[in-house]
């Protein structure tokens, strides 16, 4: 079992940048792929960023450049680095992590971000 909490979601200005965590707990070693979606006001969710193994990423086409998912040194903690933030970003972004071959799959709460002037 893994337990997911999502933090560092709030309000902030076109332009600017906030960086998402996504902790995890219990069985990490298990995780092979760790992915963040959001969900925006009235429309369905979407992935935005994805990292397996540690090592290789995908992102959506409306994120690339602007976003970047890694893991953390502790090995615990999985990041999403937003910058040149827009409001077509604002949403609930949730962190989604699966074994391999997706036999197990996590969610976190979400977290919501603002963007807003």
């Known amino acids: 079992q893994v337990h997911l909490v999502e933090s560092g979601g709030g309000l902030v200005q076109p332009g600017g940048s906030l960086r998402l965590s996504c902790a995890a707990s219990?069985?990490?070693?298990?995780?092979?792929?760790v992915f963040w979606h959001r969900q925006a006001p009235g429309k369905e969710r979407e992935m935005v960023a994805a990292i397996r193994d540690g090592a290789g990423t995908n992102y959506a086409d409306s994120v690339k450049g602007r976003f970047t998912i890694s893991r953390d040194s502790a090995q615990s903690t999985w990041l999403l680095q937003m910058n040149s933030l827009t409001p077509e970003d604002t949403g609930v972004y949730y962190c989604?992590?699966?074994?391999?071959?997706?036999?197990?799959?996590?969610w976190g709460q979400g977290t919501q971000v603002i963007v807003s002037s």
């Open positions: 219990g069985n990490i070693r298990s995780i092979y792929t």
């Open positions: 989604n992590a699966q074994s391999q071959g997706a036999v197990d799959d996590y």
